[in-house]
């Protein structure tokens, strides 16, 4: 028991792609880290994504690391293993979304030449934490768009740049910066109600 905890301690500074070379030859210690380094962020993405339906999120949280265990083997590393991660799990969620609501699933067409100004300088769920002021920012969150809001849950929570970001959704990078753009506008009008005490009075 002791030795197994060692060896996948060890793995943990090891690199996304070596743990994955090593998973392809067998090691199931090198997945499990894999497992456990991204198990959080993945989770918290979902939990936004699905409006904190619980039980849609494990469904879609257990069917993306399935299909991971599936396709690694195969797995090309031409870029991070974490926006591959994020791609598999937003197709399985809108495939489900297509199929469960149908009348919901809405597809944004954006001014691809749009460009994004301050984009990493506001993080209300970093810089403001929870309590009122974290509820008014999820309630905020819910009234964007799915894409919008699926783009600053990748930007702040997942932490992947824009041209990863647009890979994940298809789309081209300007239309990434125009959602990302919006997405910012609204939090900041919310955030300047909050200031001015509209909110929490």
């Not at 456990?36 to 339906?53: E, I, P, S, T, V």
């Not at 992947?160 to 239309?175: D, P, V, W, Y």
């Amino acid at each position: 028991m002791n030795k197994n905890m060692a060896s996948t301690n060890d793995c943990g500074n090891v690199d996304d792609a070596s743990l994955i070379r090593a998973y392809a030859k067998g090691d199931e210690k090198a997945f499990e880290t894999l497992y456990y380094r991204y198990r959080k962020q993945l989770y918290g993405y979902l939990n936004n994504l699905a409006g904190n339906n619980s039980a849609e999120v494990d469904e879609v949280f257990a069917e993306t690391w399935l299909r991971v265990i599936e396709k690694l083997p195969k797995y090309q590393d031409s870029g991070k293993f974490s926006a591959w991660l994020y791609r598999i799990s937003r197709n399985i969620f809108i495939d489900r979304l297509r199929h469960n609501k149908p009348d919901k699933f809405v597809t944004i067409d954006a001014d691809d030449s749009a460009e994004l100004a301050e984009t990493t300088a506001f993080s209300p769920d970093r810089e403001l934490g929870s309590g009122e002021i974290g509820k008014a920012i999820a309630s905020a969150l819910d009234k964007l768009q799915p894409e919008q809001r699926e783009v600053f849950l990748l930007r702040e929570e997942a932490e992947l740049s824009f041209k990863e970001i647009a890979e994940i959704q298809s789309c081209s990078l300007g239309t990434v910066l125009s959602r990302m753009r919006y997405a910012l506008k609204r939090l900041r009008m919310i955030l300047r109600n909050i200031d001015s005490g509209g909110l929490l009075k």
